[in-house]
C-alpha cells in the first residue's frame, strides 16, 4: 500500500519556478513508476512526465520538454518536479501518481495524491 502527498504549489508570475515535491509512504515506494499528472477547469487530466523505479528513464509530455524536469529520491521516498519557466497555461492542480507500469496514460497507475495547486499570472 502506498500513500502520497504533494506539496510545492502556489501562486507565481509567469517565468517562474516552482518545485513539487511527492512524499509517499510505504515500504515499496521504490519499486514504483510515479507519474506527474495535472487538469486544469474544465479540461482533461493530462500527463506532465513520469520516471522509472530506478530513476534511469524519464519521460515528458512536448509542451513541458526542456521546462520541467522530474527526479525522485528513493532513500527518502520523494519525488521531484522541477518547473521553470512556468506560463500561464500551466495552472491546474498537479497530482502525483504510483503504479508498476512506466508511462504516460492515468489508468496505468495504482495510487495517486490529492494534487497541489500550481496558479501562474501572466
Known amino acids: 500500500q502506498v500513500q502520497l502527498v504533494e506539496s510545492g504549489g502556489g501562486l507565481v508570475q509567469a517565468g517562474d519556478s516552482l518545485r513539487l515535491s511527492c512524499a509517499a509512504s510505504?515500504?515499496?515506494?521504490?519499486?514504483?513508476?510515479v507519474g506527474w499528472f495535472r487538469r486544469a477547469p474544465g479540461k482533461e487530466r493530462e500527463f506532465v512526465a513520469a520516471i522509472t523505479y530506478s530513476g534511469g528513464s524519464t519521460q515528458y509530455a512536448d509542451s513541458v520538454k526542456g521546462r520541467f524536469t522530474i527526479s525522485r529520491d528513493n532513500a527518502n521516498n520523494t519525488v521531484h518536479l522541477q518547473m521553470n519557466s512556468l506560463k500561464p497555461e500551466d495552472t491546474a492542480v498537479y497530482s502525483c501518481?504510483?503504479?508498476?507500469?512506466?508511462?504516460?496514460?492515468?489508468?496505468?497507475?495504482?495510487?495517486w495524491g490529492q494534487g497541489t495547486q500550481v496558479t501562474v499570472s501572466s
Open positions: 510505504g515500504p515499496t515506494f521504490s519499486t514504483y513508476a
Open positions: 501518481a504510483a503504479g508498476l507500469y512506466y508511462g504516460s496514460r492515468w489508468n496505468g497507475y495504482h495510487y
